[in-house]
């Protein structure tokens, strides 16, 4: 494998949450091919509001996009999907994130910026939403911020 062939499976993906422990609930999630080709946004309706802070109030929860949406909301063109929903509706629905996911022809490599709770986050969603975790999604993903830190 080379590496264009490697970075053409590449993932970026952030997601925000209610806290940093065990019990944390996920508010949105973003994700882009490496290319910039395909975006995929949704924002979650089933997130724990008792975890949420001032702090996380003003800086995350007062900045999402589809607040004027409803529950359920689905938008999809050939280079971009947006949700909002619950966890399983986000995951699960047609065209939701499990399908957006499924479009590569070869298993993708998720990455993002100190990916530690993102990681588990992302895992625990399908969990959540009682499907099994893709196949097609590799259990090792990328720490931008340990490249960041190797590189200086």
Request: charged share 25%; net charge negative.
């Amino acid at each position: 494998m080379t590496k264009a062939d490697l970075t053409k499976r590449i993932v970026f993906y952030d997601l925000e949450y209610t806290s940093k422990h065990q019990f944390t609930t996920p508010i949105s999630i973003g994700m882009v091919s490496s290319d910039g080709s395909k975006e995929f946004y949704a924002e979650f309706t089933d997130y724990d509001c008792s975890q949420v802070d001032e702090w996380l109030k003003t800086n995350v929860i007062n900045l999402l996009t589809l607040q004027d949406k409803q529950d359920g909301f689905l938008e999809k063109s050939s280079s971009k999907t947006i949700l909002k929903g619950s966890v399983e509706h986000v995951l699960c629905s047609s065209g939701g994130m499990n399908d957006w996911i499924s479009q590569w022809d070869q298993p993708i490599i998720m990455a993002s910026f100190n990916n530690s709770y993102d990681w588990v986050l992302f895992r625990e969603m399908f969990k959540k939403a009682e499907i099994d975790f893709p196949s097609f999604i590799s259990k090792w993903t990328i720490d931008i911020a340990s490249l960041y830190i190797d590189y200086g």
